[in-house]
């Protein structure tokens, strides 16, 4: 620590609070922790150039957030003597004694990045520019509200990057309206998957409506799975086996269907060699079965 000092909280400006995550679960942990055994790590701030007496918060903005809202005035600070950007650098380099969520490392990188090359901010922060290169390919793939929403904690980072951006280079209309569905009634991280999943494999009509009614379309699914699953439990292991077999006679039906084309006389030899290789253990498969049939007890032959 620097020069640690004790300050009212409005000394503080906290000018980076719109790039950190918002985390309601573990500011509330916070508060308890600090109602019961006070602050226990300062906050990192640097004065601000021409302001006397006030001070940008660099690090902490969580602690902040929990002082004031239990009725504190002061903060523990450690205040360190340098600009802005070299805090900022400093601190995004601390590494594993303070994790940042990714999307707080892009943001942050982003703010510095108008000032400086990205060569000096990954020598700073002894990466190399490739890496720093995909933290701010990761904040520039989102747009701005769904970033809004990342922050606010109402969406995941893990959902707006894997879902929300890859639907919105998609189909921009069907990612908006399902974004404002996420708004009014949110999904799991789990659910949203699915949904996705589902997503990928329907038809145009059927995508419109699911992203107009995502809970609507999972209760459905849900549904249609539970009454299957009670079939499967009603047919029981005998059902499965003539269930298995009737869908193991297609797939036989079709692949004799691919054979004259497949194996035609103009087919690339080698290529018929490797088809031919791919079909043998399936074959094994298949004699093993007749050869478990063949041992029952008691059935004719």
Known sequence: MENVLHLDLHALIP????????????????????????????????????KE???????????????????QDLIWVDAWERSVD????ACLARGPDRPWEAIEEAALIEELARRHPLQAIAQQLGRDVSWVSRRLSLIKAL????????RAGRISLWAASRILVPLARANAKHARTLLEKLQQEPLSTRELKRLYERYEQAPRAQRQRLVENPRLFLKAVQSREEEAADKRLAAGPEGAWHHDLRVLGAILARLSGQV??????????????????????????????????????????
């Open 53 to 71: 007496g006030r001070w940008v918060l660099i690090d902490g903005y969580r602690r902040r957030e929990a002082l004031q809202s239990i009725g």
């Open 86 to 89: 070299e805090a900022l650098l």
């Open 260 to 301: 004259p084309t497949l194996f035609a006389p103009t087919q690339d030899a080698a290529e018929r060699e490797r088809l031919a290789q791919a079909f043998a253990p399936a074959k094994t498969q298949f004699e093993r079965l007749e050869q478990a049939l063949s041992e029952v007890p008691g059935r004719d032959r």
């Open 15 to 50: 000018r980076f609070a719109a790039l950190r995550l918002h985390d309601p679960a573990r500011l509330g942990r916070l508060k308890a922790s600090i109602e019961r055994q006070g602050q226990l790590v300062p906050v990192v701030a640097v004065p601000e150039a021409g």
């Open 143 to 150: 747009p701005e509200d769904l970033l809004e929403q990342v």
